[in-house]
Nanobody, 116 residues
């Protein structure tokens, strides 16, 4: 089993920055990928950024390329999402995800609101 706890969300003005954290506990053996998803009201959950753990390859949604950076600290079992130049359309609940042995694990989500 894997447990995920996100933190770092909040209210920020357009153009501002936030860093989300996701601390994982439990077995991290055979983790294929770690990533961030988001879901805005009335919309489907979408991929924001992903790391393939085997080679460290990263993937980003086109809407966040150049503004968001995904990273991880293996020693702390923590995944990060640095979000810069935030826009109102980035407003959503952000979820941490781990794919391990064919099973998806999700955190409880953290709200990010971009508004003046």
């Amino acid at each position: 089993q894997v447990q995920l706890v996100e933190s770092g969300g909040g209210l920020v003005q357009p153009g501002g920055s936030l860093r989300l954290s996701c601390r994982a506990s439990g077995s991290m053996i055979s983790v294929y990928s770690m990533g961030w998803y988001r879901q805005a009201p009335g919309k489907q959950r979408e991929l924001v950024a992903l790391i393939i753990t085997g080679g460290g390859t990263t993937h980003y949604a086109d809407s966040v390329k150049g503004r968001f950076t995904i990273s991880r600290d293996n020693a702390k079992n923590t995944l990060y999402l640095q979000m810069n130049s935030l826009k109102p359309e980035d407003t959503a609940v952000y979820y941490c995800n781990i794919l391990r042995s064919g099973v998806n694990y999700w955190g409880q989500g953290t709200q990010v609101t971009v508004s003046s």
